[in-house]
């Protein structure tokens, strides 16, 4: 049996998109052209491989099958023909890359958006979200992830730490003094405190010494870095957050936490890919892009005491 091998590709488009109007938008094609080529294939097949509702589009347990068999073949075509394109100059193609929405928005978007801009022929499909996205199934070709990393399926390059801040605002600092003669994180537990899931504990450095706490008292808990820092703004309790977030606003200061000298730990953050596919020139590039627009961010950290906010 000969098959198409467009028709296999467009069918494995529809199901990592979960929709034929996205595949059909991430090929850049009419829709009645997918539906045509799936069902085509289906019937050379002689079997079923999506079922089909008005509302979603979902895979049968053949296609499931079918599906798992040829993605890593069609990746590994699609890697081989990127590698020939002119050493990256002449990128095309869809690279899909998951980021979390503080880290994308706020440090290295624009970079990937800048690398976009360069390569007109590439189509950069982003998807923001702070969970851990099955790079496998979701058909995810680069994420960028907070470690520590725990699958062994994937390939990480780290690419620098991510500071983080102990802080609260001068609101609440006002209404809770003693915070500021804090000497170890242990004495955070009887004190209200902003909780921005998915970390639940905080972790904190003293040149060799590393401790990490649970917070026991919880005045909000917010799954968005943004509106956790707001939060932390308006007096709420006491915040952990990247520093990035608690900087250049003069309106809302946020105050650091001396804390007797403890810190809290940085976060390692990765380039993430599938170890069962090929490394592509078009992901390859997009990483070596992103990292090397982030040397600003190797600056010497800047705390309030800086600022001249501290207390």
Known sequence: MTLSYDDVAIFLRVAREGSFVGAARSLRVPVSTVSRRVAALEARLKTQLLRRTTRAVSLTDDGRAFADRCGQAVDEIEAAADALSANGQNLRGTIRITAPHFACSEMFGPYLLEFAAAHPDLVMD??????????????????????????????????????????????????????????????????????TPPIASWAFDLGSEQTTIRPRILSAVVDDLALGALAVRRGVGIGYLPESLTLGNSAEPLIDIPLGGWRPAPRELFAVYPASRQLSAKVRAAIDHAAAGLDWYKRPAISSQDLGLSR
């Open 126 to 195: 982003i998807r923001l979200t702070d969970a851990t996205p099955d790079l496998i199934e979701e058909g995810v070709d680069l994420a960028f992830q907070f470690g520590p990393l725990r699958d062994g399926r994937f390939i990480a390059r780290k690419l620098w730490p991510v500071r983080y801040v102990l802080c609260a605002s001068q609101a609440f600092l006002d209404r809770h003094p003693g915070i500021m003669r804090l000497s170890h994180p242990k004495e955070l537990a009887a004190h209200p405190c902003v909780l």
